[in-house]
């Protein structure tokens, strides 16, 4: 398996620490599944996202979609339907399955939907207000302008 030079990236910018081990982990992950089930990952507007996978042969009670640390995992398992089958062909897949994504920094799963064999999930990436963009003032002076809490404010 080849590995990523990520160097030059980390020269240029600050607190992306744990992309190298999160492109690795993808990298290994998408091998591992052995692209089963199929998927597609779709921008539907400004910061809405969906995953769809193609999930045929399975009903919601035999799918699980968790989230956890910033990944979300969808697991597929068949219950024993209790008759016996005798297929002269299977040529659709209904073994368990576990894939894996990893979602980055504030985007939250807001809904899942089972239609017509595909297994739709809504995502959405909220930024909170403390991390959007602010205007620093430049003070022409020459003197430091210090941040102020409402707190040193008030007192």
Sequence with gaps: MNTIDLSPLYRSTI?????????????????????????NIEATGENRYGITLAVAGFEENELDIQTERGVLTVRGKKTDEG???????????????ERKF????????????????????????????????????????????????DQSKAA
């Design 83 to 97: 008759k016996e089958r005798r297929y002269l062909h299977q040529g659709i897949a209904t073994r368990a399955f």
């Design 102 to 149: 990893s979602l980055a920094d504030h985007v939250e799963v807001t809904g899942a939907q089972l239609n017509n064999g595909l297994l739709t999930i809504s995502l959405v990436k909220e930024i909170p207000e403390a991390m959007k963009p602010k205007s620093i003032a430049i003070n022409s002076n020459g003197n430091l302008i210090q941040h102020q809490s």
């Design 15 to 39: 607190g992306f620490d744990r992309l190298g081990a999160l492109l690795d982990t993808a990298l290994r992950a998408d091998q591992a599944s052995a692209g089963y089930p199929p998927y």
